[in-house]
């Protein structure tokens, strides 16, 4: 736990100060005793003040013996600053105390970017590792600005929620059993009501889908269902998570290269998770229902086979020609539970297809949605989150791929276009409810550190599913 505070650079062990490009101090100057000997400094080290660029400077005399100065590059937007501070976090994780003017630069949410970028930057998953490489860092102090204890606590609970679902795609497959998901659900908050559907609640339900992925696997599927009702919210928007514990591809199984990171297959489902959680923790005024269709996907005796049928919570059949595009028939059954709700908006999220990765690369999301105004919804909520999406169309002409000779429709529709096709299934799900599908194949895990994102699981959608229910939320003026 870091303290994170208002308060003077004389408490910290080092400050650090944000530069724009063309080596403009962007705040916090006054802190430094020696500008001139600072340019000159910055000038000698070849430090411009570019984005992800940061320098040492020890201080002869100052508030502080050392300065580290971070590039903002040509204009301090807010995921300039996430990103910068991250790199400040990285930077300076062997010192006790940081004092930081980064906040202070003058443009909005600039405390809830500085925090989260922070506390992500310093995001490490070593629940496996004997001796985890601790960091140092106590406290961060914020230094100048007109700095709410509200905005500092709010911004803690949205990194918390990110660092929660990183951790939980982080964990091996071996130690998160649909079960075991299901009890971490139970607990996340007294504000979170949970009704869990285990092995008979799901065959009696009718989760056909979750039934059918869940065959080849010895461990037992779950349906998760979490609800935060606040009493004076009007609206009401329901997240569905792809919860592949791990994706093996079932009998139409993945080559072994493709299978290394398949325990992240469940990331639209902690997405979820952490969402609901930090929407309950920040007491938005929203009705939220969170829904997780948990399962592996394993080649067991009694595994799916390609030809079989299975029959979805609505009714709806689907002929399953390959057992590996299994995410849209668990899909499939949180959709249709989903929509029961009655919501004004209902996201699914789920690392559904690598046709999504081929089209969009490692950083972008695939956004689809039934209509415009949903679309700019979720996408205004991805820019404000500074999660990246790109809207795909639903091409109606291409529902004929899908078409099956035995069921209402098939899962799999060939190599072209698999993402669009993928989400045309999903879309037999939703009936009338305005409706976003974010296939987030790339952006859900990372093979690299950089900035606030760490090797692995990456969180994202967290904080583009809050910012959606903050844009939802009710303003009851009393
Ligand atoms: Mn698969
Ligand atoms: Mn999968």
């Not at 910055?42 to 100065?69: A, I, N, Y």
């Not at 590059?73 to 995921?79: C, L, P």
């Not at 910068?84 to 980064?102: D, L, Q």
């Not at 906040?103 to 909005?108: A, F, L, T, Y």
Request: aromatic share 4%; hydrophobic share 45%.
């Amino acid at each position: 736990m870091i303290d994170i505070k208002t308060g003077q650079p004389a408490d910290a062990d080092i400050l650090v100060i944000p530069v724009l490009a063309e080596r403009v101090i962007a705040a916090g100057s006054e802190h430094v005793p020696d500008l001139d000997s600072l340019s000159s400094l910055m000038d000698s080290h070849d430090f411009t003040g570019k984005t992800g660029e940061s320098l040492f400077v020890q201080l002869p005399r100052g508030p502080t013996e050392e300065l580290l100065l971070v590039g903002l590059g040509d204009e301090a937007d807010t995921e300039a600053l996430r990103r910068a501070a991250a790199v400040a976090a990285r930077k300076t994780k062997t010192y006790r105390v940081v004092a930081t003017t980064m906040h202070d630069v003058g443009i909005d949410s600039s405390v809830d970017a500085v925090v989260v970028g922070t506390l992500l930057g310093l995001y490490s998953f070593d629940e496996y590792k004997s001796k985890p490489k601790e960091s140092r860092v106590a406290a961060l102090v914020l230094v100048g600005g007109d700095v709410a204890v509200s905005e500092i606590a709010d911004a803690v609970i949205v990194a918390d929620a990110v660092s929660l679902a990183r951790d939980l795609i982080n964990r091996p497959a071996w130690d998160k059993p649909p079960a075991a998901i299901a009890d971490i659900a139970l607990g996340l908050s007294a504000d979170v009501s949970v009704k869990v559907y285990d092995k008979t609640g799901i065959e009696e339900a009718g989760f056909g889908g979750l039934i059918a992925v869940n065959l080849g696997a010895d461990r037992p599927a779950r349906m998760v269902v979490m609800t935060y009702s606040p009493q004076d919210a009007d609206k009401t928007v329901v997240f569905v998570g792809k919860g592949i514990v791990f994706d093996s591809g079932g009998l139409s199984i993945k080559p072994a290269s493709g299978m290394e990171a398949m325990k992240t297959d469940m990331a639209g489902a902690a997405a979820v998770m952490a969402a609901v959680k930090a929407i309950a923790e920040l007491k938005l005024s929203v009705n939220v229902v969170g829904i997780t269709p948990l399962t592996e996907n394993l080649t067991g005796g009694s595994a799916l086979k390609p030809g079989d049928v299975m029959r979805a919570y609505n009714g709806k059949t689907i002929e399953v020609l390959n057992t590996d595009a299994e995410g849209r028939l668990v899909l499939a059954d949180g959709l249709a539970l989903g929509i029961e709700s009655e919501p004004d908006l209902i996201i699914d999220i789920a690392t559904l297809t690598g046709a999504c990765k081929v089209a969009l690369g490692n950083s972008i999301a695939g956004l689809f949605a039934s209509t415009d105004e949903a679309a700019a919804i979720v996408a205004a909520a991805a820019e404000s989150a500074g999660e990246k999406v790109w809207r795909l169309p639903l091409e109606p002409e291409y529902r004929s791929l899908i078409e099956s000779d035995i069921a209402d429709m098939k899962n799999t529709a060939g190599r072209w276009g698999g993402a669009i096709t993928a989400a045309l299934i999903l879309a037999e799900f939703v009936g009338d409810t305005p409706w976003v599908h974010l296939d987030i194949a790339g952006p859900g895990r990372s093979e690299k550190s950089e900035h606030y994102i760490s090797t692995g699981g990456t969180g994202f959608g967290v904080r583009t599913l809050i910012e959606v229910a903050r844009s939802l939320e009710s303003r009851h003026d009393s």
